[in-house]
């Protein structure tokens, strides 16, 4: 069996949405988080955009990625909590092929060690469509980077042992 030293990094091309009715490029914090930690993980952006709390304005843009195949992964942030206009988990739950249950199960045990019970409050999420890996995570920038450093950056790292997502991308449109 290899060890993670004979593996080489695969990048990934990972595209980025912020949901929000209020954040722009100039205060999306969450977002560029989550771009400059994957860019220094060693993957490339695809694409980012910033959208309203609209379930078919959001699923309109996750559609559009998981159709380009150029796009191998999409993290969402915003929009999971559950005020009345969070929506993420309505508009990408229905695109998903497979849904990947223990990511959100793991968000909030990982969560509760920083928030406590309020991470209950989180409906956050993540699957599979076309071959395009999904992950929603909550809007606040403490969010996006307990999601990327404690979850995703490994499952989407190749290197990772004994196993990842990231090895799993030629298969998952068997």
């Given amino acids: ?15 980025v ?4 009715d209020t954040r722009t ?18 993957h490339t952006l695809a694409a980012k955009t910033i959208v309203g709390d ?3 304005a959001i699923r309109a843009i996750v ?12 993290i969402t942030t915003g929009g999971t909590g559950i005020t009345g206009r969070d929506g993420t988990p309505e508009a990408v739950g229905v695109l998903l092929d497979k849904t990947i249950e223990g990511f959100g199960e793991l968000f909030r045990t990982v969560s ?4 406590g019970t309020s991470s209950l409050q989180s409906r956050c999420l993540a699957g599979v469509a ?41 298969r998952l449109r068997e």
Avoid at 112 to 115: A, G, P, Q, V
């Fill in 63 to 74: 559609s559009t990625w998981i159709a380009d195949s150029a796009v191998d992964a999409i």
């Fill in 17 to 20: 949405l912020t949901v929000s």
């Fill in 54 to 56: 609209d379930v078919y």
């Fill in 112 to 115: 509760y060690e920083d928030i």
């Fill in 130 to 170: 076309n071959g395009t890996y999904i992950f929603c995570l909550p809007g606040s920038t403490n969010a996006c980077e307990t999601g990327w450093r404690k979850l995703i950056a490994a499952q989407l790292d190749y290197r990772t042992r004994p196993c990842n997502l990231a090895e799993l991308i030629p």
């Fill in 1 to 15: 069996m290899a060890t993670s030293e004979e593996r080489s990094l695969k990048p990934l091309a990972i595209a």
């Fill in 25 to 42: 490029v100039e205060t999306d914090s969450s977002g560029a988080s989550l771009v400059g930690n994957l860019e220094a993980a060693g």
